[in-house]
């Protein structure tokens, strides 16, 4: 009976000594496996992303945005002339239809400032800030006449120089009556219709 318990307890020794050689030898494959398994996982993952990587589009380029233009305010004077105003008056001692200027136009002047903004170099803006009259315009003057014109003489053409044709012609200063007179020397070129020439030389009121 004793015999049997030892032989019984060297069987499962033996038993379990070959299951444990087994596993010994059984055991590199295994990590081996384990370690190719273990980097396919790891390299999977970097060829999935690389692989989305090149399929992303490319992106636009970003356009700068442009720079903004300087602006700048200026402070502008001008001048703007200012028309002179016209007159006129009557004026009894120049004959009727003669114009004399008296009094000269002139034209006045106006300042005006501004004040002006420019961006980028261009007048963009414009603000009128004052504006003074620096120089008074002159009204310009221009006298009319009014006077009457003498009725045009109408001299006899048998004299040269100019005798009036009337009733009766006398030599100024002399004894006649008129009612015209004449001042000579006088040319009698024709007849001699007023009497005028007394001596008969061709002189007449010598």
Same mark, same amino acid.
């Given at each position: 009976?004793?015999?049997?318990? +030892?032989?019984?307890?060297?069987?499962?020794? +033996?038993?379990?000594?070959?299951?444990?050689?087994?596993?010994?030898?059984?055991?590199?494959? #295994?990590? #081996?496996?384990?370690?190719?398994?273990?980097?396919?996982?790891?390299?999977?993952?970097?060829?999935?992303?690389?692989?989305?990587?090149?399929?992303?589009?490319?992106?636009?380029?970003?356009?700068?945005?442009? *720079?903004?233009?300087?602006?700048?305010?200026?402070?502008?004077?001008?001048?703007?002339?200012?028309?002179?105003?016209?007159?006129?008056?009557?004026?009894?001692?120049?004959?009727?239809?003669?114009?004399?200027?008296?009094?000269?136009?002139?034209?006045?002047?106006?300042?005006?400032?501004?004040?002006?903004?420019?961006? $980028?170099?261009?007048?963009?803006?414009?603000?009128?800030? #004052?504006?003074?009259?620096?120089?008074?315009?002159?009204?310009?003057?221009?006298?009319?006449?009014?006077?009457?014109?003498?009725?045009?003489?109408? &001299?006899?053409?048998?004299?040269?120089? &100019?005798? *009036?044709?009337?009733?009766? +012609?006398? &030599?100024?200063?002399? $004894?006649?009556?008129?009612?015209?007179?004449?001042?000579?020397?006088?040319?009698?070129?024709?007849?001699?219709?007023?009497?005028?020439?007394?001596?008969?030389?061709?002189?007449? &009121?010598?």
């Amino acid at each position: 009976m004793r015999v049997r318990k +030892v032989l019984l307890r060297v069987a499962v020794a +033996v038993s379990v000594a070959g299951m444990l050689v087994g596993c010994a030898a059984a055991e590199p494959e #295994r990590s #081996r496996d384990t370690a190719e398994v273990a980097a396919e996982s790891v390299a999977a993952p970097e060829e999935t992303e690389a692989a989305e990587v090149e399929e992303t589009p490319s992106a636009e380029p970003t356009a700068e945005p442009s *720079p903004t233009p300087a602006v700048e305010v200026k402070t502008v004077t001008v001048t703007q002339t200012i028309a002179f105003k016209r007159t006129t008056v009557k004026d009894a001692t120049l004959t009727e239809g003669t114009r004399k200027v008296r009094t000269k136009g002139v034209a006045g002047v106006r300042t005006l400032t501004y004040e002006v903004t420019y961006s $980028g170099g261009q007048e963009t803006g414009r603000k009128l800030l #004052r504006q003074v009259v620096t120089k008074q315009p002159v009204t310009e003057v221009t006298a009319v006449g009014t006077k009457k014109k003498a009725p045009a003489q109408q &001299c006899d053409p048998n004299y040269s120089g &100019c005798v *009036p044709i009337a009733s009766d +012609v006398d &030599c100024a200063g002399g $004894g006649g009556n008129g009612p015209a007179y004449v001042s000579g020397p006088i040319r009698v070129i024709g007849s001699d219709i007023y009497d005028l020439d007394r001596d008969n030389d061709g002189i007449a &009121c010598e």
